[in-house]
């Protein structure tokens, strides 16, 4: 008879079926705080079998993509379960085989950096017409100018911008977009 030591008898019983069945629904619980809430839209996890995460994408490219960050997910999981998990797979096979969950993520526009909350009052808008262009551009040039007054300016260009792109990236998005070129 040998004996095992209590290390590989530790690893035999993660690895065992109840074990696994017992921390698949504790990574359905972080899963949004470890990828984040973007990601989990696209993503649901399906199974973990022989240490490895098999998680469906909405896309092949998400798939793409999060298999270049699965080595930064793999560690946050890790440490989250404290547990052993060898590998992620991403895959859009069981993305439309699995029915919508009630508890689906939906990301709100007003959470978008560059949301600005719309004030606009209907009775103000003139409607347009064939022979009302010129007034109608007048008008939406006006409630933008009226829209656009109490916003920061950017840095950068000195244009109005919405309060959530400064505090993002210190500049406007077009600003942004010229010094990542």
Request: glycine share 4%.
């Amino acid at each position: 008879m040998s004996f095992k030591s209590i290390n590989n008898i530790l690893e035999g019983i993660k690895r065992s079926a109840p074990w696994q069945e017992q921390l698949f629904p504790r990574l359905l619980n972080c899963w949004v705080e470890i990828v984040g809430a973007g990601v989990a839209v696209q993503t649901r996890p399906l199974s973990i079998q022989r240490d490895v995460v098999w998680v469906a994408t909405s896309s092949a490219a998400w798939a793409q993509n999060l298999t270049f960050e699965r080595k930064t997910i793999l560690v946050k999981l890790n440490h989250k379960l404290s547990t052993s998990l060898i590998d992620i797979r991403f895959s859009t096979a069981g993305w439309k085989s699995l029915p919508t969950t009630e508890t689906q993520i939906t990301i709100s526009a007003s959470e978008h950096p560059s949301y600005v909350a719309d004030d606009l009052i209907p009775e103000k808008l003139v409607t347009s017409s064939l022979d009302n262009t010129l007034g109608t551009f007048e008008n939406w040039a006006r409630m933008m100018q009226e829209r656009s007054h109490h916003l920061p300016l950017c840095p950068e260009c000195q244009c109005p911008s919405p309060p959530g792109e400064i505090e993002r990236w210190n500049v406007c998005s077009l600003c942004c977009s010229k010094l990542l070129r």
